[in-house]
């Protein structure tokens, strides 16, 4: 059984011991006074302030932000794993059409970078280096010179040893790398997980602490990728670090996001690995029972991260194979982003003059759902004889949000049932029908409103109660609605070659002789201990690092990585045996393969670390789940 929802508190809220640390506890009695005196003042301006709140509701909004709203460069600047690397100039262009084309007036006012070339740390200090070169006048400059265009700055790190692009992460560096962020300005700070410590809970504090101690207010995005059940401690987490910064004159330091799956990829449904299909990212989250249990939303500050928006994302990016959205499927998307209070996003190409897409992006009614200060999570509506699947969600005006989704291949016929949910306790007769996406009025609808939705399209509006007699009904279809489609039957299990025994993997191409067998590699060498941040790097396998069409290809990610003494790689057409390479950060493992290949390669890394006085092998464990090619930011 799910724990159940603990009532609503303030979001001073003292920090549960053990996750308080002195520096939080010395804050938070001051600033919890301060607060509520702060509080206090503003509902004697506005007398109206400790009653406002969805109707029935008495209770209020802490001053909390809403969701972000960012743009950030992965989805359209990447393929397999290789991101942006233009440096100032590349980002200045794309501030600038922020600004020019409206997304700064929409609420996108994060530049957040990725894969921003550190170069390695001073050997005295310790800090980060920065490539001058691409960032001439440095990170601290360009802080700048987004700041007098009124817009923010996010720069990008690892809980590992590396981060996802191979450059440095900030593990045993934490506090000296949150002050540097600090002295430059930085405004936020996106984390990521690729190869950060087993104990996610106790990573991210450690960051969160830090950022404390900067002496700058900055918010911790955290791209924890599911791990950890982060959704139990982050809001408690955010709520401790606000209570260890907010003074009077400063707004204080949170975790505006935290991830809750994988990488999402370029595509409306199915399989194309390492990232997951829309559909699947939305059947996921909304599969978990306790993501608003623990305080997320504006009681601590903390939204969910549904993850980059694939929308004007070209074909083949991030992932070749990607074949890209739909208009349609772009904006139901949006749309389903915006109900259930996602952070938002953009990875688009904004210097590009594409109407259709800025129409979806920049729309200011299905942002405004997004943005409600009354946050908490969009009920989903069971309609098991319907095909189309709802959610509704209240707002802060009392108004109601209700989003319909047609996921079947097909046209279906779909009816909003007013007497399937209630708003403050009762459902009123009618309301007034607004469609978020076209910014047109539909009319008063009595009792329930009715929609046609094409394959994979989406209904988003906005329901005002109207109360008193003489209301004037628009007539709406009263066909019913359309049942699920059946599921097709699975395909027979083929008896794949070359596995007798032993685990196998499947392939996401069926014209390769697939699944391979995935033996053990061998153990670290003599000296060597494994490190917990191994991991897969076949695209056809969760957790990959893409694919790497020639041998030297896949010894330059063993090189690029920290303490990595080897790999395996499996040839598609040869199917069962390993082949190896060696060089001066690898580790030769026994080959019988031999080139030309015929296809691209893959296989997997052990990283081990080179160990003082060890004894013999470590026989360590390989950890293909969680690993990703995406470096999230924010």
Not at 18 to 34: E, F, Q
Not at 371 to 377: K, T
Not at 386 to 392: D, K, L, P
Not at 586 to 599: D, E, I, V
């Amino acid at each position: 059984m799910p724990p159940q929802a603990p009532p609503r508190r303030s979001s001073m809220l003292i920090c549960p011991l053990p996750r308080c640390t002195p520096l939080m506890v010395a804050a938070v009695l001051i600033n919890t006074a301060l607060w509520l005196s702060l509080h206090h003042a503003a509902a004697a301006m506005d007398p109206t302030l400790l009653s406002k709140g969805p109707a029935g509701s008495d209770a209020v909004p802490p001053p909390r932000p809403t969701s972000s709203m960012a743009w950030n460069a992965w989805n359209t600047f990447s393929i397999n794993g290789k991101p942006l690397r233009g440096g100032r100039a590349e980002y200045e262009t794309i501030a600038t059409a922020m600004i020019d084309r409206g997304y700064v007036k929409a609420g996108y006012n994060v530049v957040s970078t990725v894969c921003t070339d550190w170069i390695g740390r001073d050997p005295v200090t310790h800090e980060l280096q920065q490539n001058l070169t691409l960032w001439p006048g440095g990170m601290k400059d360009f802080a700048s010179w987004l700041h007098a265009r009124g817009l923010q700055l996010s720069v990008y790190t690892d809980a590992g040893i590396r981060n996802c692009c191979g450059e440095p992460g900030s593990l045993g560096f934490e506090a000296i790398d949150m002050k540097t962020f600090a002295s430059w300005g930085v405004d936020a700070v996106g984390i990521d997980y690729c190869g950060g410590p087993p104990d996610v809970e106790a990573a991210y504090t450690v960051f969160a602490d830090a950022i404390v101690a900067s002496g700058r207010d900055m918010s911790l995005g955290m791209w924890n990728l599911g791990r950890g059940n982060a959704q139990q401690w982050a809001p408690s987490l955010s709520q401790n670090m606000t209570a260890a910064t907010r003074s009077a004159t400063r707004s204080g330091s949170w975790v505006p996001h935290l991830r809750l799956t994988g990488d999402i990829g370029n595509y409306w449904d199915g399989s194309i690995p390492p990232t997951e299909s829309v559909l699947h990212t939305v059947d996921f989250i909304n599969g978990i029972s306790d993501l608003w249990s623990y305080g997320m939303g504006n009681l601590s500050g903390t939204f969910p991260n549904y993850g980059q928006l694939p929308i004007g994302v070209p074909k083949d990016h991030p992932t070749i194979g990607d074949p890209g959205l739909t208009l349609t499927e772009a904006q139901s998307v949006f749309s389903m982003w915006c109900m259930f209070q996602s952070l938002l996003m953009a990875t688009n190409d904004v210097r590009k003059n594409d109407t259709e897409i800025e129409r979806i992006l920049l729309n200011p009614e299905t942002i405004a759902i997004n943005q409600d200060p009354w946050s908490g999570p969009a009920t989903f509506v069971s309609t098991p004889s319907c095909a189309a699947q709802q959610w509704v969600r209240s707002l802060a005006n009392g108004d109601t949000a209700a989003l319909l989704l047609n996921r079947e291949n097909v046209t279906v016929a779909a009816v909003l049932d007013f007497a399937t949910f209630s708003s403050g306790g009762s459902t009123p007769s009618a309301f007034k029908v607004r469609d978020l996406q076209s910014n047109t009025d539909l009319g008063t609808a009595c009792g329930h409103t009715g929609f046609t939705l094409n394959p994979h399209e989406t209904a988003f509006v906005r329901l005002t109660p109207v109360s008193g007699g003489g209301i004037g009904c628009t007539p709406v279809p009263t066909a019913p609605c359309t049942p699920p489609q059946p599921s097709p039957a699975p395909p027979p299990s083929p008896s794949p070659p070359g596995c007798p025994s032993g685990p196998c993997r499947p392939c996401s191409n069926p014209q390769k002789p697939c699944p391979f067998p995935v033996p053990p590699l061998p153990p670290c060498p003599s000296g060597f201990t494994e490190h917990p941040s191994g991991y897969w790097a076949n695209p056809d396998q969760k957790g990959s690092t893409g694919h790497n069409a020639t041998m030297d290809g896949c010894g330059a990610i063993c090189d690029a990585k920290a303490g990595c003494v080897g790999f395996e790689v499996y040839d598609p057409a040869q199917v069962t045996e390993p082949v190896s390479r060696g060089g001066s950060a690898c580790y030769t493992f026994s080959s019988t393969l031999q080139p030309p290949f015929t296809a691209d390669l893959r296989g997997l890394i052990r990283t081990c670390v080179k160990t003082a006085g060890a004894q013999g092998a470590a026989h360590g464990t390989l950890r293909p789940e969680g690993h990703h090619t995406q470096p999230d930011v924010e």
